[in-house]
Nanobody, 121 residues
Framework: QVQLVESGGGLVQAGGSLRLSCAAS????????MGWYRQAPGKQRELVST???????NYADSTKGRFTISRDNAKNTVYLQMSSLKPEDTAVYFC???????????????WGQGTQVTVSS
């Protein structure tokens, strides 16, 4: 079993910053891509950012220049530093990781349970 546990969400004023963390644990052989998605009320889940095991990053246009994704491969952890937050960033943020388990041969996408980020105006 593999678990992804997010932390770091909360309430912040517009213009403020938050740092999300997501640690993967369990019977992990290796992790390929990691990243973050978000879902606002009444909207579809959308990509925020991803990072490969080699450190290549990808960002949604709405977050470029404000959010920074990073990871610590030794800790199986991905981070999302969010700055210049806007009310429209309010959403539940979900961590994802493409994981190969110790008894497996393929990578499967695992999801965290989500953490709420609320940005007040």
């Amino acid at each position: 079993q593999v678990q992804l546990v997010e932390s770091g969400g909360g309430l912040v004023q517009a213009g403020g910053s938050l740092r999300l963390s997501c640690a993967a644990s369990g019977s992990i052989s290796s992790i390929n891509n990691m990243g973050w998605y978000r879902q606002a009320p009444g909207k579809q889940r959308e990509l925020v950012s991803t990072i490969t095991s080699g450190g290549l990053t990808n960002y949604a246009d709405s977050t470029k220049g404000r959010f920074t994704i990073s990871r610590d491969n030794a800790k199986n952890t991905v981070y999302l530093q969010m700055s210049s937050l806007k009310p429209e960033d309010t959403a539940v943020y979900f961590c994802v990781a493409d994981v190969k388990e110790t008894r497996g041969y393929l990578y499967y996408r695992r999801w965290g349970q989500g953490t709420q980020v609320t940005v007040s105006s």
